[in-house]
């Protein structure tokens, strides 16, 4: 596994020697996509998000103009079955009714090894924002980029499951989130 991880480290090494005069990747392509899961009960729970819009300027060889900023519309979140869906863009969930969009803007992007940057910004869901720092991954995907980072939020902090769903017994303290870019210039 050294092997490949290092075969790999020293692929992205040349991808990157190759962009430094190159443009940003500045389109996301459809093939993105966010997920998260709940654990409910034991059991985990998929999902995701049919809509959202990312905006990025992403230049692995310049991170101080790196730009990225993702909304989400709450309303599509799919969790599998159309009652478990109506139940997570709910008021006790996602209230998308009241708060339509999640979001996370960039503020900024610190190279953390051969193809990982930390990225600081503020998330925002269900009304509340703080400050969230996620560590991203990217790696060529052909003549693309994919940027991933997997990130778990404290559900009770954003108040995502309020009311007889606060009980982390029932449903997990956690929510994993998993953002796929895929990135072209």
Do not use: C
């Not at 991808?15 to 093939?31: D, F, I, N, W």
């Amino acid at each position: 596994m050294k092997t490949r991880q290092l075969l790999s480290a020293l692929g992205f090494g040349l991808v990157l020697a190759g962009t430094a005069s190159a443009a940003p990747y500045t389109r996301v392509l459809p093939a993105s996509t966010i997920n998260f899961s709940a654990t409910q009960m034991g059991v985990t729970m998929p999902g995701h998000f049919a809509k959202f819009n990312a905006r990025v300027a992403f230049d692995p060889a310049n991170v101080a103009a790196d730009k990225l900023a993702i909304d989400v519309d709450a309303a599509s979140a799919d969790a599998g079955s159309s009652q478990t869906s109506a139940l997570v863009v709910g008021a006790d969930w996602l209230d998308a009714a009241h708060h339509p969009q999640a979001g996370f803007v960039a503020t900024r992007f610190t190279a953390a090894g051969p193809g990982r940057w930390w990225v600081d910004g503020t998330f925002s869901v269900k009304g509340r924002s703080a400050p969230l720092r996620v560590l991203a991954v990217a790696h060529p995907s052909g003549a693309d980029l994919a940027l991933d980072a997997d990130f778990k939020l404290q559900r009770l902090q954003w108040a995502l499951g309020s009311g007889a769903w606060a009980d982390t017994s029932v449903v997990g303290a956690e929510i994993p989130v998993h953002v796929h870019l895929l990135l072209a210039r």
